[in-house]
């Protein structure tokens, strides 16, 4: 009995497209994504998934997030994972799904997240400040952005002349795309056991 997941998009869908992949190798056994959604009728995730032949919703404002939790009702969703999802859910959103929501951040928490920190301003707050090391996390979502317990890491080293536009791409192929499918399993491994016992 495979956890059901959704994936929740707003632009290019890259980390969907990981996901999509580590789901086709095998990589996620205890998950299978179902659903798309995304707050952008125009981001081109939504292609990536209808490719995929998974489900896809547009859920736009106003009402943003009672569409969202409409459509993950009527797909039986149990695990949600924002990956490039520009919106912060409520504190009501996200109670509903009590450590079953993840998020993927492009720096290592705690430096260089929370409110404002997201796509190349992560980056160039990094460069800016002149840490050598950057990486990824991803994290449970709870009310706070970016404030959830981290499930795993992985560092990325800064490199002399990076640009922000540089060191994004590196970040997503060397910790993003590997990390997101990890916690995927992780995660839905640990909501088909609680199922089952």
């Given amino acids: 009995m495979r956890t059901r997941i959704a994936v929740l998009v707003s632009g290019g869908g ?3 497209q990981a996901l999509m ?3 086709a190798r095998g990589e996620i056994p205890s998950g299978e994504i179902v659903l798309v959604v995304s707050n952008n009728p125009n981001a081109y995730a939504l292609e990536r ?3 995929a032949g998974i489900d896809t ?3 736009t404002r106003p009402d943003m997030e009672r569409k ?3 459509a993950l009702s009527e797909h039986g969703i149990e695990m949600v994972i924002l990956a490039g999802f520009m919106a912060i859910l409520s504190k009501d959103f996200v109670s509903r799904y009590p450590d079953r929501i993840i998020n993927i951040h492009p720096s290592l928490i705690p430096s260089f997240c929370g409110e404002g920190f997201y796509g190349l301003r992560v980056h160039r707050a990094a460069l800016d400040y002149g840490v050598k ?3 990824a996390t991803v994290h449970y979502v709870n009310e706070i952005p970016d404030g959830g317990r981290i499930i795993c890491q992985k560092a990325v080293d800064i490199q002399d002349g990076d640009t922000p536009e540089a060191l994004q791409r590196r970040v997503m192929e060397q910790a993003e795309w590997l990390l997101l499918p990890r916690a995927a399993e992780i995660v839905a491994n640990r909501i088909r056991l609680e199922k089952i016992s």
Avoid: E, P, Y
Wanted: hydrophobic residues 45%; glycine residues 6%.
């Fill in 14 to 16: 890259t980390n969907l």
């Fill in 21 to 23: 992949d580590a789901q």
């Fill in 49 to 51: 998934a209808k490719r």
């Fill in 57 to 59: 919703a547009v859920c």
């Fill in 68 to 70: 969202i939790l409409s």
């Fill in 133 to 135: 090391v950057t990486g």
